[in-house]
């Protein structure tokens, strides 16, 4: 095999493998979610094939001719590339959510393209020794262009692909390289055996694009859509991955349905005059539905909107009326940095409401971050943060326990079973450098329609006693959050 062809392999199997992983990710994450399980999932899975298509490749070049072994795993490897989406999207509905389903459905999606991939490595290995004398040259040289084969599947993917392609076409490309490659290197006697593969390739390649999936718009970090709700034909729920984010009317700005945001809104008018202007941060934008609510209930208010996957955006403007909203200042990229870059003293209130999957990501949790939050806000100003948990609030009360780090009043308002044993859902932090009265707070959740308890400063601190203060240095939110609900 000549060098050049057997760097090409090498580089080829390692970038699909990685292309493969990259995009399984965000594959899964609208059946099993995104979170630190599922991306352990992927990344174990990869390590396995990766190990399993090592062994065998091996096995397999020394029994047969290894030119012809590497041929026949480039082609199973892009069949198995283009099996990837279907497989997950017959699946996903079936597994259901959690770490056990993520592992299953990662498995059974890539395993097999990831297996066959890694075996091209030791099979174009084997080819090319001629000898022990130049034996470390050969494994040596293979092994560094496989690796830069991944780093460039990984960067690509990443930094460009994504962006710029929908994942079918992603996963269609890497699968046409693979399979063209294999046709390539197939000896002249099996080639006919390689072109019969076309017929698969093309039925695959139909299910990549045909198979239905959940995404109106597949962004660069989620799966999201836009669902109608059948109780009324003006709402709409934004939807991203397997959960829903947001809940607009269209034509009533001032509409809010979730009941955590009646309660972000209830803390909002206890804290300041009713109808007085404020100046808003965002930290997480979703269908924007707080900032609707300022601009119609407070009007000349401006709303600085820190959302990291423009393509959230782009779809909120195309199916929700997103793009209209007034004095609303939209900042895509990673909040804590964008934050950053906001002057001292410039906002009255911050909104805490990002998630990834279900938890708050932990770099937006910890007391360093909320430490920018206060720099951020007036003297006098409110932050409200939203967190999904359930019994024993294990995620609730250390974030509970890390503002209270930064502020001189925080008070939880949840639904009274919320509280109780088994119970659980969208609990709201309501912090200030200020005194807030908390029978003023209650009031206000009461006239919101939605039951509400307001556990005052003094119930508060004892509920956090002994929770952690996440860090920077330690947040484990993946491990603290109890799930099993939808937000």
Known sequence: ??????????VVS???ILVVETLATRLVAPYTGLTLESTT???GVALAGIAAGAALGGRWADERDPVAVAALMLVVGGLGTLAVRPVVRLLGPLLGAGPYAAVLLVAASTLVSVTALAAVTPAVTKARLTGLDTSGEVVGGLSAAGTLGSLAGTFLTGFVLVALLPVSAILLVTAAACLVLGLVLAPRRRRTDVARGGAAAMLLGVALVAVPGRCDADTTYYCASVQPDPRDPAGRYLVLDDLRHSYVRLGDPAHLEFAYTKRFAAAVDTAFPPGRPLDAVHVGGGALTMPRWLAATRPGSASTVLELDRGVIDLGVRSLGAGDVPGTTVRTGDARVNLAA???DSADLVVGDAFGARSVPWHLSTAEFLAEVTRVLRPGGLYVL???????LDLVRAATATVRTQFATTM????????????????VVVASDRALDPAALDAAVARSG??????DPARTAASAAGAPVLTDDRAP?????????EG
Do not use: K
Not at 1 to 10: G, H, K, N, Q
Not at 477 to 485: P, S
């Open 477 to 485: 939110v993946d491990q603290l959050i109890t799930t099993g609900l």
């Open 386 to 392: 939203n967190v999904i948990d359930r019994d024993p």
């Open 41 to 43: 999932a992927v990344i």
């Open 14 to 16: 390692g970038a699909a």
């Open 342 to 344: 906001l002057p001292d």
């Open 412 to 427: 939880l308002v949840a639904r009274p079973d919320e509280f109780t044993p088994g119970g659980g859902g969208n609990v």
């Open 450 to 455: 939605e039951p509400g308890a307001v556990l």
């Open 1 to 10: 095999m000549r060098l050049a062809l057997a760097r090409t392999a090498v």
